[in-house]
Nanobody
Framework: QVQLVESGGGLVQPGHSLILSCATS????????MGWFRQAPGKEREFVAA????????YYSDSVRGRFTISRDNVQNTLYLQMNSLKPEDTAVYYCAARRSAGGSYENDLGYDAWGQGTQVTVSS
């Protein structure tokens, strides 16, 4: 069973940057695809970005494309999310997730098998 632990959240001013990390342990074969999701108060959880071990392909939601970068260190078994030009609407709890399968839509949270506990990101002046 893979375990995921996020870190790096916090309070940041608009226009500034943060980097989130997700440390993984156990069940490396269960992490063919890893992704970041977020959930703001009163809203449903939404897809942010995903990274596939197959070819290193990356995927982004329209709301973060060009500002956020997902990357993965396969030696350290760590997933990252570099967040630049942060906006107040990026405020949410950010979750790391992993899935065994490379098929299907990476934007669908139902396709993920393991989740971290979440880390709060607050963008405010």
């Amino acid at each position: 069973q893979v375990q995921l632990v996020e870190s790096g959240g916090g309070l940041v001013q608009p226009g500034h940057s943060l980097i989130l990390s997700c440390a993984t342990s156990g069940g490396i074969f269960s992490t063919i695809v890893m992704g970041w999701f977020r959930q703001a108060p009163g809203k449903e959880r939404e897809f942010v970005a995903a990274h596939s071990r197959i070819g290193g392909s990356t995927y982004y939601s329209d709301s973060v494309r060009g500002r956020f970068t997902i990357s993965r260190d396969n030696v350290q078994n760590t997933l990252y999310l570099q967040m630049n030009s942060l906006k107040p609407e990026d405020t949410a709890v950010y979750y790391c997730a992993a899935r065994r399968s490379a098929g299907g839509s990476y934007e669908n949270d139902l396709g993920y098998d393991a989740w971290g506990q979440g880390t709060q990101v607050t963008v405010s002046s």
